[in-house]
Structures are given as structure tokens and as C-alpha cells.
């Protein structure tokens, strides 16, 4: 499985950064079908889905970033992101990029946000 996500960094509160999880070679043959999702772990607490990007583009979020976090995708650049603007501190932590078709999962390393106030 080979999903490499980036981007990641230290920003103080109100800024903002764009994480990009590139999948050149996954345990799926072809991208675009993919439903990818960001998923982030704070300190201490659970691993919880940040937002979601179907193959047909439709969006999902978590209420906690609506407005301030747009996820999207390049399906040739077999590319998803994930623009993070107004950051918070309570956004800390590991980001996880996640690739789905039919209930089959694949997972890339984490990339460490940390906000400061």
C-alpha cells in the first residue's frame, strides 16, 4: 500500500496549510474510482474522519472544520488534498489519508499538524 501523504508543519493559530496524499501505487489498479478521506488523531483522543471525497466528488466534513477545510482531488495526478485555512489548536495532530472501494481500506503514514496558539 503505498498512499504518501505531506504538508504537514507547525502554523500558529489562524493560518493555514494544504496537505496533499499522492497514491502512485495502491492495492487498487486505477485512482479515480477511490472514495478518499483525510482522518486526523489528536493527542489522546481517537482517530476521527476529518473529510471525505467521493469518486464522483461529492464532499463530506466533520462539523468542526466546515467552512475552514476543503478537501478535493486530481484523479490525474492520482492526488487528494486538503486546504486547512483558520486553523485552530484544537486541529492538532496526525493526518492520515485513507483510500476506500467496496469496504477494501488503505492507509498512508501520517503527517503531523501542529497549531500553536
Known amino acids: 500500500v503505498q498512499l504518501q501523504a505531506s504538508g504537514g508543519g507547525l502554523v500558529q493559530a489562524g493560518g493555514s496549510l494544504r496537505l496533499s496524499c499522492r497514491a502512485p501505487?495502491?492495492?487498487?489498479?486505477?485512482?479515480?474510482?477511490?472514495?478518499m478521506a483525510w482522518y486526523r488523531q489528536g493527542p489522546g483522543k481517537q482517530r476521527e474522519l476529518v473529510a471525505r471525497?467521493?469518486?464522483?466528488?461529492?464532499?463530506y466534513y466533520v462539523d468542526s472544520v466546515k467552512g475552514r477545510f476543503t478537501i478535493s482531488r486530481d484523479n490525474s495526478r492520482k492526488t487528494v488534498y486538503l486546504q486547512m485555512n483558520n486553523l485552530k489548536p484544537e486541529d492538532t495532530g496526525d493526518y492520515y489519508c485513507?483510500?476506500?472501494?467496496?469496504?477494501?481500506?488503505?492507509w498512508g503514514q501520517g503527517t503531523l499538524v501542529t497549531v500553536s496558539s
Open positions: 485513507n483510500a476506500e472501494r467496496s469496504g477494501i481500506n488503505s
Open positions: 501505487r495502491t492495492i487498487f489498479s486505477v485512482f479515480s474510482p477511490l472514495n
Open positions: 471525497i467521493t469518486s464522483g466528488g461529492n464532499t
